[in-house]
């Protein structure tokens, strides 16, 4: 009896302490000192860790950026790898603060899952791998193949409609963890593989022989990729927006973590804005006023950061494409920062 | 005829000795391999299947193996890549736990088998045992966790490998047992209730599988939290494996005290002993002790299903092994691999089932 | 805790020492208690899934499921209903499961028996199996398999053809088989009629055994039987001899009859397993016969087959039957692993749902009931059956 009336007490306790922490996420963050994101760790270029256990990727430096908004400092984010499976219950349930995973924004999950998405991050579409030597030349030509396929993801969707609609047949092979699907691709499990074209190009460029295989001209969807918040914290959304549209409106106005130091000097008043030289952008948001320096300085403008996870110089070698900067005939457009 | 009249005439000069179709190891080959003509063609099909498969697999495991190279001189060689292991040895044991604290998960190990390997004297099972196992555990969370006493703070998502597995199975074995205590005492309850409650909890978690538990902790457990609250997704899986493993406990606990004959209890009541003590000093430290060999086999389940959490993404030693597998270096060595880790949970396993069997032999011995 | 001794000379019992009311009070508590913590889970759900605007109930079943199943026993494409995917992922589980039993437990049996045989290198051999499948996880040897499965199989166009209609390459096992014609769906029926008229010919041969004491030739009567009916009805219908053969077609193979890797590793997996493990209850329910038995029953005259049909294994089967059902509900629920290598069973399909709809309560919710339908039935029907040898042992 005395052990039972301890346990109720004890179970009572524990949900008192559990319903006083409760805040919005910006004020949670703060007060742990750290940003949890959830990102893919098996996608190169985008998230995951290299050998020394550092992770890397465009995702990986979005979350950076918004640490680098919030605290200042890159450092002060923490990565929990989630599945296509996990990834929006972790993000409901607040284990994760942020979701950086490649995840495509659709009405449904923006809607019924009870998320927000910000703003894209990369914009990609969904496209087919195959081995050189089956000869394919066109995604037209895939009638009866055996696909593989992430399970949960809109590329299952997709790939359906799209050999639907072309009147063709598909086998999918479904495996939940992204390495495991690629490494049944490369063992010729499957005919094809199909995902965003990102993914197949950062695959292909870690694959055992990347020269064997090739992608389909072929891209059957849209998949704007974009991190995501829970619905309904506005204030966090914005933070989480506008970091990454200050990377965005550094690359637009040259400013790059190079010469950010100089350009605070800088007279133009729209660059003093920006930078937090003239007060004003980091109030609005509930941040120190340097957040968009902080961001540029540690993490880089987008530009740099493309290049340096998935642009021409990296191993995944991807042309900037719809994500350059709208005035070189990409979707990049950052608002005005004032 | 010849034969015999040898024997007679050997039986002359000193004792008989039994015809060596009977006796040494060919009477041994004749009673055990070809005792009958089916039995022989039994052996005689085996020993050439063995002969088949045997020497390759040797060949390709040892004679023609490589042991540390890496990755594309393994492609080149015909036999088994062991390299696979060496080279990946300390990630596909501990994961992602910071590389120069490692120390810690392993003196956590040895904390855990040297305890093992104390509590396998029966001699020790005295309250002593009990204090060192609290203390053990608390040290290795300590040491696993640290963020005291100079130790650096070392978050649970990082934790991962071997470490991760015995601790969910050993964790989860020592957190569920007083719930499945609990449980079976229910379910024998003269109080329908919590007779009911009981059995609805057990056959419910027993019908299902442990893959849905894991799902619910990990997909749908979160959304029964108040707002705000999170809790990490490895304490949700070993609370998962505890509900589960609970009930299974409450089953073969429950075998133990249907093993208890009435009459004790009827004696206890005589003797006007409350419920809790009649539990405490007469009915429990009888049933446990026989459902001692049976919560063994337990363990073993439970240490093997831990693997399961490589399903919610948790980096237990099988998760680690398909993420070592799944670099392009490594690709395509999943046989070298995953006999690795087979060899460890089977040595595991083998040592815990092996002591299960002494032990229930031991216990009948001292009953009879 | 006050013992209660103190209480007893006491004429009139408090409230508190009073054994009736002191238990309704118990159950009142914890039934309170067990109340409460579902009405605080509850309506937490109820507030975060209100706050994050997710979708609850059922109506996505009826709603368009727009993806692909690798493999199905019945007509699906990716036009159907979420009920419809579901569906067949059930039909899938029960298909692997069914096979897996009868699989497992013809293995199990014969390793139980070869573990008893008086062949040394048998019952080495046996052991030595058991000892292995027993101690390895389930999910690593499913991993194992399905990395056996598609990196040592050559590609379809190199695929191993050991002889006419059969293929082996890593897309799966391709075989021949009769082409569809209505002559199959007759052989059914007579089977059918087949199985009803041995269930007759048993009762009867067992009463004139009773009433006369004559035995009646059962085994080869009923294969007659079995065997006659299936082949009359495809001779009446024509005989039809058409066989549809696998063709290499563009990627895959045409025709024929197509086992995944997928499946194939699953199945591998499960029944090694779970067969290890009922080896180990066959061998323990044999053993629990008395040896005295076999010598009276062989002083009988008796032949060893006939001692062991029936005289050891109707007292072996009381002993083996409740484990035995435990390992099939294993095996049943243990095929649920299937989601991690990709067979499209009823926790794969569920989880896709949950994934494309986030409504991850239901969808939990489905997967705990469908198995608690599979188990609830398994012991049902095995209850029913232990019944029925306990009385013929009577």
């Excluded at chain 1, 599945?83 to 019924?112: H, M, P, W, Y």
């Excluded at chain 3, 692997?96 to 497992?104: K, Y």
């Excluded at chain 3, 049943?332 to 896709?352: E, H, R």
Aim: glycine residues 8%; proline residues 5%.
């Amino acid at each position: 009896m005395k052990c039972f009336r301890l346990c109720a007490a004890a179970i009572l306790l524990a949900f008192t302490i559990c319903g006083l922490v409760s805040a919005g996420t910006l004020e949670d963050v703060r007060a742990k000192g750290f940003i949890q994101a959830g990102v893919n760790g098996d996608v190169f270029g985008f998230g995951k860790p290299d050998e020394k256990g550092v992770w890397r990727g465009l995702d990986i430096d979005t979350a950076r950026a918004v640490a680098a908004a919030v605290f200042g400092d890159t450092g002060k984010v923490k990565f929990t790898p989630v599945t296509a499976k996990t990834r929006f219950t972790a993000l409901q349930s607040g284990e994760i603060d942020v979701l950086t995973r490649n995840c495509t924004q659709t009405l449904t999950r923006d809607t019924a899952l009870g998320l927000d998405f910000c703003q894209v991050n990369y914009y990609d579409g969904q496209g087919f791998m195959v081995p050189k030597k089956l000869g394919v030349k066109s995604a037209k030509e895939l009638n009866g193949a055996t696909v593989c396929v992430l399970p949960g993801t809109t590329t299952e969707q997709n790939v359906a409609d799209y050999f639907r609609a072309n009147g063709m047949k598909m086998k999918p092979v479904v495996i939940e963890s992204t390495a495991d699907l690629y490494k049944a691709y490369f063992a010729g499990r499957c005919d094809c593989i199909t995902s965003d074209t990102s993914q197949l190009a950062g695959n292909r460029a870690v694959a055992p022989n990347p020269k064997d295989h090739i992608l389909l001209p072929e891209i059957i969807s849209k998949e704007p990729l974009a991190p995501a918040v829970r619905h309904g914290d506005n204030k966090w959304k914005d933070i989480v927006h506008y970091s990454i549209l200050a990377m965005i409106a550094a690359e637009e106005m040259g400013i790059t973590s190079k010469n950010v130091d100089q350009l605070l000097k800088s007279t133009d008043p729209k660059i003093q804005r920006f930078l937090g030289v003239t007060p004003g952008n980091g109030e609005a948001l509930g941040l120190d006023e340097k957040f968009a320096y902080n961001i540029v300085k540690q993490v880089g403008n987008y530009g740099e950061v493309f290049e340096r996870n998935v642009g021409a110089g990296s191993p995944l070698g991807l042309e900037r494409g719809l994500n350059a900067l709208w005035t070189r005939g990409g979707l990049m457009y950052a608002p005005p920062f004032n | 005829m010849e034969l015999e009249k040898k024997h007679i005439q050997q039986a002359t000069q000193e004792e008989i000795r039994p015809p060596v179709t009977i006796m040494g190891p060919m009477g041994w080959i004749r009673a055990n391999l070809f005792s009958s003509w089916f039995n022989g063609l039994l052996t005689v099909l085996i020993i050439f299947l063995l002969w088949k498969t045997l020497p390759p697999f040797f060949k390709w495991a040892f004679v023609e193996s490589l042991w540390r190279s890496d990755g594309t001189a393994c492609r080149d060689a015909g036999g088994a890549c062991w390299s696979v292991v060496s080279q990946n040895f300390r990630f596909m044991i501990f994961g992602f736990y910071p590389h120069d604290q490692q120390w810690r998960p392993l003196l956590s190990m040895a904390i855990l088998v040297a305890l093992l390997f104390y509590s396998r004297n029966r001699n020790h099972w005295k309250k002593l045992l009990v204090y060192a196992w609290l203390t053990g555990l608390l040290l290795m969370g300590v040491l696993m966790k640290g963020g005291i006493l100079g130790l650096v703070d070392v978050e649970s998502t990082q934790w991962g490998g071997l470490p991760l597995t015995l601790l969910l199975a050993v964790f989860g074995l020592t957190a569920a047992y007083p719930l499945g205590v609990l449980l079976a005492l229910g379910r024998q309850s003269r109080l329908p209730a919590i007779r009911t409650l009981c059995i609805v909890y057990i056959e419910l978690i027993r019908g299902v599988p442990l893959i849905s538990l894991l799902f619910m902790s990990s997909v749908v457990f979160p959304l029964f939290l108040p707002e705000g609250v999170s809790i990490n997704k490895i304490l949700r899986a070993q609370v998962a494996i505890i509900l589960f493993t609970a009930a299974y406990i409450a089953e073969v606990v429950r075998g133990g005290l249907q093993g208890i004959p009435k009459g004790q209890l009827e004696a206890t009541e005589t003797l006007g002993l409350s419920y809790y003590h009649t539990m405490r000093l007469v009915i429990l430290p009888q049933a446990l002790k026989i459902v001692i060999p049976p919560s063994v086999s337990i363990l073993i389940s439970a240490f093997k299903d831990t693997s399961l959490v490589v399903i919610i993404a948790l980096f237990d030693l099988l998760k680690t092994t398909q993420s070592v597998l799944s670099d392009p270096q490594w690709m395509g060595f999943s046989t070298e691999a995953y006999i690795f880790v087979a060899l460890v949970y089977f040595l595991c396993c083998f040592f815990m089932s092996n002591y299960s069997r002494r032990l229930e032999r031991e216990l009948n011995v001292e009953r009879a | 805790m006050v013992d209660t001794k103190d209480s007893l000379p006491e004429s009139k019992t408090s409230f508190w020492y009073d054994p009736a009311k002191r238990s309704i009070l118990y159950q009142v508590v914890s039934l309170l208690f067990v109340g409460l913590l579902g009405y605080y889970l509850l309506s937490n759900t109820r507030h975060n899934l209100e706050r994050q605007s997710i979708a609850t109930g059922f109506g996505f079943l009826q709603k368009e499921a727009s993806f692909e199943i690798g493999e199905s026993l019945v007509a699906y494409s990716a036009a159907d209903t979420y009920a419809r995917a579901l569906w067949v992922g059930i039909l899938n589980t029960v298909l692997i499961s069914g096979i897996g039993i009868v699989l497992a437990v013809t293995l199990g049996i014969l390793i139980g028996i070869a573990r008893l045989s008086n062949n040394w290198l048998v019952s080495r051999l046996s052991s030595v199996y058991i000892e292995v499948f027993q101690d390895i996880p389930v999910l690593l040897q499913l991993f194992f398999w399905y990395a056996f499965c598609y990196e040592m199989l050559p590609s379809p166009r190199q695929a191993i053809h050991p002889m006419t209609g059969i293929f082996l390459s890593n897309r799966g096992l391709v075989f021949a088989v009769p082409a569809t014609h209505p002559a199959h769906r007759y052989m059914c029926a007579a089977f059918s009629c087949a199985l009803i008229a041995v269930f007759f010919l048993r009762r009867w041969s067992r009463k004139r055994q009773e009433r006369t004491g004559r035995t009646f030739p059962m085994l080869g009567t009923s294969l007659g039987i079995l065997l006659f009916f299936p082949i009359g009805a495809w001779w009446l219908a024509g005989a039809p001899t058409a066989m549809s053969m696998p063709v290499l077609k563009g990627f895959n193979f045409e025709g024929g009859l197509t086992i995944s890797p997928e499946f194939s590793a699953l199945l591998m997996g499960l029944v090694l397993y779970t067969a290890a493990f009922v080896a180990e209850i066959v061998r323990a329910g044999i053993q629990s016969v008395n040896r005295g038995q076999t010598e009276a029953a062989m002083a009988l005259g008796l032949k060893s087959g006939r001692v062991l049909s029936l005289v050891i294994l109707p007292q072996a089967l009381r002993v083996i039957v409740p484990p035995l059902t435990s390992q099939m509900l294993n095996l049943t629920k243990n095929s649920s692993l299937a989601v991690a290598i990709g067979y499209p069973d009823f926790v794969s399909v569920a989880g896709t749902t949950i994934n494309q709809t986030g409504q991850a309560i239901e969808g939990v919710a489905m997967i705990m009931a469908v198995y608690l339908c599979f188990s609830l039935l398994t012991s049902a029907f095995m209850n029913w059956y232990n019944k029925k040898i306990a009385l013929v042992e009577r």
